[in-house]
C-alpha cells in the first residue's frame, strides 16, 4: 500500500478487502431495536459482529453503494470502539462511498437520526444496547436506521435476518485503520472504487443547531441563567446524553456546570444500569428529594429515554409527560411553524394523551410498542408528538424518541407558565383528568414461565364474565371496561400487528 499525507487529510491505497469463509448464525433476528446480545456472545463467536455488519450494508444495492453515505456511532459502551473499526472496513470492502462518524464513535441515536436527515443519509449504524447494562459482562447492540432517520421497518429487517441465515463469505479491509478521535476527513483509496471517506464530526453540533430552530433559546437561557434562573440537576447516567448537555445547557444556556452531572460516558456507564426510572435513577431522586432544585431529568444510555422530577422528588410519570407537553404544544416555536398534525401514544401507555386530544379536538393515534409505527405516521404527515410509558417521547423533529429535546419542551413549558413543575402537573389534571399508571419491569425472567403466565392471563380476560367484572382494594372499586388482544392496522401501509395483550 502507498500512503500519503495532504494537509490533515491521510490517503492510503487497499486491495478492494479480502473475502473470508464464515459460517452462518440462526439468531441475529434484529428486533425494532436491533440486534442486542451479551458483549461475550459478540466476541466469543467467530466473526459474529462481522457476519451482522455484512448482513446490514447487504440489503444496500450494490448500485447505491458508491454514491451511499451511512452515519455511525454509539453511546460509549465497551466493544462500541471495536464494532465501529469493523464497520469501517467491512464498507469499504463493500465500496460504500463515505462514512460519518461521531468523534470517539460517540452519537446519542436522536443525532445519528438527525445527521441521517440532514446530510441525506442511505441510513446509519448505532452501536447501543439502550438503557440495558454495559461493560465487558454486559450489553452489546447493532442496530440499523434507513434514509428517513427511523429504525429500519420490518421488511428491511427481515431481509437482514434472512441475509445472516444464510452468509457463507463477507469483505472486509483488515487492515484499514481510522483514528476516531481526529476531527476532519480520513481518505483511503480502495481498488475498484472510488476513494473511500471517513469523516469524523463534532457529535453535538449539528444536533444542537436542530434544536436552536426549534425552541425559544433566548427563553430557556433567561430560565437558567438569568436573573430569576431555576436551578436544575441532569444527570447524564454516564451514557452519551453527558457531552450534550454540557455543550447545550451549561455552556450555551448558561447553567452552572455543577447542574450536570455524570455526564463522562463510560464503557460499563459507572457500573450502573443506564436506565432512566425511579429506581436506577435513585440518586437523581434522593438529591432531588432534598429541595435544592427545581427541576431534575435523567437520560438513558444512548439518549433516547427521559426522566422529569420536580422539587421534592415530584414524579411526572412518562404517559403525563407527553400528555402536558401536547397540552402546551403551541408555545414551542417549532409547532408555530408546523401546526400540530396529530398525537399518537403506544397502546401500553395510559390515557392521558387521549384526554389532551379530545379537548383540544386533534387527531390521535394508538400503536403498539415500536417506534417504527410513529415514524410511519411521521413520513405520511399525519403525526407531530408522540410518547411510550417506557420512558420515550419525541416528535416529528426526527424519527427517534429524544431524551433530551423532551427536557427542553419541558423547560419551555416552566419558561412559559413560570409555574413548578408539581403545579404544572396539578393544573393539567385538574383540566383534563387524571391517568393512574404504574409499570413493572421483569428482568432476567424464565422464558417459558413467563409465556405460560401471558397465556394464563389471556384464558381469564377471554372468558365471557372477565368484562363487567369488580375487583376492589380497600374502600376503592374498579370494574373492567376492556379487555382485549390489541391489534393495530397501519392507516399508511396496511400492515397488521396483533398480540399484544391489554385490559382496562
Known amino acids: 500500500k502507498e500512503i500519503y499525507h495532504e494537509w490533515d487529510i491521510k490517503k492510503e491505497r487497499y486491495s478492494t478487502g479480502n473475502l473470508l469463509k464464515t459460517k452462518p448464525y440462526t439468531d441475529q433476528k434484529p428486533g425494532t431495536s436491533g440486534l442486542r446480545k451479551r458483549v461475550t456472545v459478540f466476541q466469543q463467536n467467530q466473526h459474529y459482529a462481522e457476519n451482522f455488519i455484512q448482513s446490514i450494508i447487504s440489503v444496500i444495492e450494490p448500485a447505491e453503494r458508491q454514491a451511499a453515505t451511512l452515519v455511525v456511532g454509539g453511546d460509549g459502551r465497551f466493544f462500541m470502539k471495536d464494532a465501529i473499526q469493523l464497520i469501517v472496513q467491512i464498507a469499504a470492502a463493500n465500496g460504500i462511498n463515505h462514512l460519518v462518524i461521531g468523534q470517539n464513535g460517540i452519537m446519542s441515536t436522536p443525532a445519528v437520526s438527525c445527521v441521517i436527515r440532514k446530510i441525506k443519509a442511505v441510513g446509519g449504524i448505532i452501536l447501543t444496547a439502550s438503557h440495558n447494562p454495559g461493560g465487558p459482562n454486559g450489553d452489546f447492540g447493532i442496530k440499523y436506521n434507513i434514509s428517513s432517520g427511523g429504525p429500519a421497518p420490518e421488511g428491511i429487517t427481515n431481509k437482514i435476518f434472512d441475509i445472516s441465515k444464510n452468509l457463507q463469505e463477507y469483505l472486509i479491509c483488515p487492515e484499514l485503520k481510522v483514528d476516531l478521535s481526529k476531527i476532519g476527513k480520513q481518505t483511503f483509496e480502495v481498488d475498484t472504487f472510488k476513494p473511500f471517506t471517513v469523516e469524523i464530526v463534532d457529535s453535538v453540533e449539528a444536533y444542537a443547531e436542530m434544536l436552536r430552530g426549534i425552541f425559544d433559546f433566548a427563553a430557556l437561557k433567561e430560565l437558567l441563567s438569568g436573573p430569576n434562573h431555576i436551578n436544575v440537576r441532569l444527570d447524564a447516567m454516564h451514557g452519551v446524553v453527558g457531552p450534550y448537555v454540557k455543550k447545550i445547557v451549561c455552556e450555551e444556556l448558561g447553567s452552572p456546570a455543577n447542574s450536570a452531572v455524570n455526564c463522562v460516558p463510560q464503557e460499563d456507564f459507572g457500573g450502573h444500569h443506564p436506565d432512566p426510572n425511579l429506581t436506577y435513577a435513585a440518586d437523581l431522586v434522593n438529591t432531588m428529594k432534598g429541595g435544592e432544585y427545581d427541576f431534575g431529568a435523567a437520560f438513558d444510555g444512548d439518549g433516547d429515554r427521559n426522566m422529569v422530577l420536580g422539587k421534592h422528588g415530584f414524579f411526572v410519570n412518562p404517559s403525563d409527560s407527553v400528555a402536558v407537553i401536547a397540552a402546551n ?116 425472567v424464565d422464558s417459558d414461565a413467563a409465556n405460560k403466565m401471558i397465556k394464563d392471563l389471556e384464558t381469564t380476560m377471554f372468558d365471557a364474565s372477565f368484562v363487567g367484572k369488580k375487583f376492589s382494594s380497600g374502600d376503592k372499586t374498579y370494574e373492567v371496561a376492556v379487555a382485549d388482544n390489541f391489534a393495530y392496522t397501519d392507516p399508511v401501509d396496511g400492515s397488521v400487528s396483533k398480540n399484544q395483550v391489554m385490559n382496562l
Open 329 to 444: 404544544i403551541t408555545g414551542i416555536p417549532y409547532f408555530q411553524k408546523t401546526g400540530v398534525k396529530g398525537l399518537a401514544r403506544s397502546m401500553p401507555t395510559s390515557g392521558a394523551l387521549d384526554n389532551v386530544a379530545k379537548a383540544l379536538k386533534m387527531q390521535l393515534y394508538e400503536t403498539p410498542t415500536g417506534w417504527k409505527f410513529f415514524g410511519n405516521l411521521m413520513d405520511a404527515g399525519k403525526l407531530s408528538l408522540c410518547g411510550e410509558e417506557s420512558f420515550g417521547t419525541g416528535s416529528d423533529h426526527i424519527r427517534e424518541k429524544d431524551g433530551l429535546w423532551a427536557v427542553l419542551a419541558w423547560l419551555s413549558i416552566l419558561a412559559t407558565r413560570k409555574q413548578s413543575v408539581e403545579e404544572i402537573m396539578k393544573d393539567h389534571w385538574q383540566k383534563f383528568g387524571r391517568n393512574f399508571f404504574t409499570r413493572y419491569d421483569y428482568e432476567e
